[in-house]
């Protein structure tokens, strides 16, 4: 999972990390999120940052710049969420949904 600067802020975070726990999965971030501390600078992903290769990676509030896609370019199955429809990262996302991560987090895990 990539955590983008939509998500940063403690309410955004909080509910983040509870939808990564349900998926038992691990927490990365773009640039703006590591430069906030919100992750640790070893999680951040992109061209001054790690690559990953995983199966499935979800994106949320994650715009998309190529210094961030060049570090996730070889993921499987990507899958975006983002308020903006305009967001380069629906370009390179297998699925995506537009709508504000807040309430899509929210929504999911009040079902858990
Ligand atoms: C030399 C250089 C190297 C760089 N290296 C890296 C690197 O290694 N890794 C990296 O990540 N970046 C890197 N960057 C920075 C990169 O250019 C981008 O600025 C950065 O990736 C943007 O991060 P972001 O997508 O989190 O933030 P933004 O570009 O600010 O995007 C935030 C997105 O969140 C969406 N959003 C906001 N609120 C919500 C909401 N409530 N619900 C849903 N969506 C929402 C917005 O629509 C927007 O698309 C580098 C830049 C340079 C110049």
Same mark, same amino acid.
């Given at each position: 999972?990539?955590?983008?600067?939509?998500?940063?802020?403690?309410?955004?975070?909080?509910?983040?990390?509870?939808? @990564?726990?349900?998926?038992?999965? !691990?927490?990365?971030? *773009?640039?703006? #999120?590591? +430069?906030?501390?919100?992750?640790?600078?070893? =999680?951040?992903?992109?061209?001054?940052?790690?690559?990953?290769?995983?199966?499935?990676?979800? @994106?949320?509030?994650?715009?998309? !710049?190529?210094?961030? *896609?060049?570090? #996730?370019? +070889?993921?499987?199955?990507?899958?975006?969420? =983002?308020?903006?429809?305009?967001?380069?990262?629906?370009?390179?996302?297998?699925?995506?949904?537009?709508?504000?991560?807040?309430?899509?987090?929210?929504?999911?895990?009040?079902?858990?």
């Amino acid at each position: 999972m990539i955590a983008g600067r939509g998500a940063e802020t403690a309410e955004s975070f909080e509910l983040l990390r509870r939808f @990564a726990g349900h998926l038992d999965a !691990a927490v990365g971030g *773009t640039r703006p #999120i590591a +430069d906030e501390g919100w992750i640790p600078f070893e =999680n951040q992903v992109g061209q001054t940052g790690c690559t990953i290769r995983p199966r499935i990676c979800i @994106a949320l509030g994650v715009s998309g !710049a190529i210094q961030h *896609t060049e570090g #996730i370019k +070889d993921t499987k199955l990507m899958i975006a969420i =983002n308020q903006d429809e305009e967001a380069p990262i629906f370009q390179i996302a297998d699925y995506g949904i537009v709508g504000d991560l807040n309430q899509i987090l929210a929504e999911y895990l009040k079902e858990k």
